[in-house]
């Protein structure tokens, strides 16, 4: 095993993830200031903190992400794909779907057990000392709550067969939707917000109640474990 290349390539996800960080989050940290000039104002030391918590989680997150690439290329580890006819092609938007679904499952439960006292005190609180969220506070984890999350889709390529072009889509979806739910402003219209659609998905105006009430509100994407579970409050006005 080469030791050397396994460490490069754990660095190198690193620092891609942590660019793929500042880029998400200064670009919807630029839209809000010119979208909601000021939303941010005297926030600057927890935005500092924000981003300090981000570039720790964002190292914890390429480490196994970059291990699983080393053995994806040089081991043919994982059922990540690359030949479009290797699976029909109904499967790859199916492929997407089933990964949100099991990343949405596995937040929803570790999400609720970050919530329990002594993990909350230990682990995440770092994530709520950001009142309010900013752009900046969607990987604002302490290196407890971040392990839990970067372990998702290392696991899920082994389990599930994806392209890896619709592997980029799910990590997309992923950081995207991570920033535009802490960024304190609703970015989609009323009426979709509001509509059966919107029901359905997790915005900036589900995850500001969670941020608000704490015990409800758990989910990542879809708004499925909330209602089955009893724990969907609704939506915040942010």
Not at 174 to 194: K, S
Request: hydrophobic share 50%; charged share 10%; proline share 5%.
């Amino acid at each position: 095993m080469d030791n050397a290349a396994i460490i490069t390539s754990a660095l190198a996800m690193s620092v891609i993830v942590a660019l793929r960080y500042l880029a998400a989050s200064g670009a919807f940290a630029w839209a809000t200031a010119t979208v909601r000039p000021g939303l941010y104002a005297g926030l600057g030391r927890q935005i500092r903190k924000e981003i300090g918590w981000s570039l720790a989680s964002a190292a914890i997150y390429g480490i196994p992400a970059g291990i699983i690439a080393w053995g994806w290329q040089e081991r043919g580890w994982t059922q990540v794909y690359t030949k479009w006819q290797a699976m029909p092609l109904w499967y790859l938007p199916l492929s997407v779907l089933l990964y949100l679904l099991a990343h949405d499952g596995w937040f929803y439960w570790t999400h609720r057990l970050m919530h329990r006292p002594a993990a909350f005190r230990v682990a995440h609180a770092v994530h709520h000392a950001s009142k309010p969220p900013t752009a900046w506070a969607a990987m604002s984890f302490h290196p407890i709550e971040a392990l839990t999350g970067a372990v998702v889709i290392p696991a899920l390529v082994f389990l599930i067969p994806i392209h890896a072009a619709m592997l980029g889509v799910v990590l997309t979806v992923m950081t995207v939707m991570g920033v535009t739910n802490h960024m304190g402003w609703e970015m989609f219209p009323h009426a979709i917000v509001r509509s059966r659609l919107g029901g359905l998905l997790i915005t900036a105006s589900h995850h500001q109640r969670h941020h608000e009430s704490y015990l409800c509100n758990f989910g990542l994407y879809f708004r499925l474990w909330d209602r089955l579970c009893g724990t969907d409050r609704g939506l915040s006005q942010p």
